[in-house]
């Protein structure tokens, strides 16, 4: 970099986040559909996230798309975004088979 170079933007590090040790089965997760009231929750390969207060989740969907309380890891590898939206939502445990 020279002299007459803008300064290089600051690139923030990745937010790590701690996966809670709760455990959620499908059925436990469809509770969390953000309907009445309820918190929203998804989830995405395995980990459980609280959606309730992100922005294009309104009501429990996200843009008349998607719908909470289910596992959206199929659908969501479709998406346009990365995976890094997962970083500004928290999570709140990890998906479990309701046979366990």
């Known amino acids: 970099m020279s002299y007459f170079d803008p300064p290089e933007e600051p690139v923030a590090a990745p937010v790590t986040h ?3 040790d709760r455990e959620f089965t499908e059925m ?3 509770q969390y559909n953000g309907e009445r009231g309820r918190r929203a929750y998804i989830a995405y390969d395995g980990v459980v996230y609280d959606v309730t ?6 009501g429990g969907m996200h843009r008349d798309l998607h719908y ?3 596992d959206l890891t199929r659908s969501l590898r ?4 990365s995976e890094s939206v997962f970083q500004r939502v928290p999570p709140v445990g990890r998906l479990i088979s309701d046979d366990r």
Do not use: C, Q, T, Y
């Open 28 to 30: 436990e997760l469809r």
């Open 18 to 20: 701690i996966v809670p």
């Open 78 to 81: 479709k998406a346009p975004h």
């Open 68 to 70: 909470s309380g289910l």
């Open 53 to 58: 207060d992100a922005p294009n989740w309104r």
